[in-house]
């Protein structure tokens, strides 16, 4: 069976590992990067705390000592499923079996403005842009020309509360708390104000009660303006207007409101449902299709426990991962074997604020805790996902450093580099 499955994330990584060196299949990955992105701590590489090359694993790495798994750095351009062939920007790959595994990128609900202003976090390389558009604000501002120009470059704005938003404006609190006036002496840093805007009366709004009111009183207690019933209506690159009307002066939004999928073109677009996902049956098979699948963030299953969708999360994307490849192995060996339907086992939710403040979730048995067993649980989780002996020592070392000096030097500030992205080349 020769099998193209396109994306290096949780769920295209965990599919390829699971049918390595098995036979009967030959595997093709292809992504437009040429590294595995560990997402949820984009929000750290993005305010200093991690280097880009921590949470980042090259892919031809993984399967160095693969015989049926081969990588293409390429970009996907149009699926052909009457002629069972990809078409990318290198050229043609024709297969037997397709797996779209390309995730979900940033929603901006069709506001152009938002789109050319606002930050996003759903790539390294936008992690790396919104750290250098940080940094290069606050040395701008110590040549600011008047009192506006200094609240603009001074005060942020994040959109939406879920985990990436709360996580980020936690960060960029302890920053303005014990970093930041250290760097910058010259600047009253009790002038600068976190947002942290809310469309809905809660914040990390999928977690329980106990969770949404502990994280908006951590939040709180480290200085962030965190305002629900908020929502953004638009913003020029100076202003954030509200649906209400009021204003928040600001050059920096960061946009964590919204996901949607990252649909390839070519998929039916009467499969393609509300934020951008591609309809699935309980195998992943994509509908109307035969040997098209779809998993992770880009798909969307309606199951007895989850009717709306599974909700888009790493652990889902690893375990629709597994669960192909255990059914793609049951077809090459033996086409009559009962495949196994796909169902999230829900293990908890997770989410850190700061410095000894978290809060963990856990469905069975039903148990929430927060404070500092909730930040160790946090750190443990993510260390034993991340890819890579090396990259696991060189954040736990990152962080065991940041712990006993409330500090990382990672503010580096490549002014080629800033520009470029400034530019759009």
Known sequence: ??????????????LARRLNNKEGVEVLLIDRFNYHQFQPLFYQVATGGLDASNI??????????SKNVRFRLAEVKNIDANSNTVQTDIGDFEYDTLVL????????????????????????????????????????ALNAKSEEDLQQMMNIVVVGAGP???????????MKNKVLPKDYP????????????????????????KS????????????????????VKDYDGRFVTLTNGEKISTRTVIWAAGIKGNVPKGVNPELVVRGNRIKVDRYNKVQGYYNVYAIGDISYMETPKYPNGHPQLANVAINQGKTLAENILKQVRNKQEALTEFEYKDKGSMATVGRHKAVVDMPKPKIHFGGLLAWFVWMGLHLVLI??????????????????????SLRLLFEDFYKNRKEGN
């Open 1 to 14: 069976m020769r099998m193209v499955i396109i994306g290096g994330g949780f769920a295209g990584l965990q």
């Open 387 to 408: 890819l890579g002996v090396k990259n696991r020592l060189q954040i736990f070392l990152n962080w065991f450093y940041k712990y006993f000096t409330f500090d990382q």
């Open 164 to 174: 990436t938003g709360v996580e980020v404006s936690g960060t960029l609190a302890e």
């Open 186 to 209: 010259e600047l009253d840093f009790n002038n600068m104000q976190i947002f942290l805007l809310e469309g809905s009366n809660h914040t990390l709004l999928n977690m329980s009660e």
């Open 101 to 140: 595994a390309t995730g979900a990128g940033t929603n901006f609900f069709g506001n152009s403005n938002l789109e050319k202003f606002a930050y996003p976090m759903k790539s390294t390389s936008e992690a790396l842009q919104l750290r250098h558009h940080l940094i290069h604000n606050f040395e701008e």
């Open 212 to 231: 949404r009111e502990q994280s908006e009183r951590y939040l709180r207690d480290l200085g962030v303006n965190v305002q629900l019933n908020t929502i």
């Open 56 to 65: 980042s694993f090259p892919l031809r790495k993984v399967f160095h000592d």
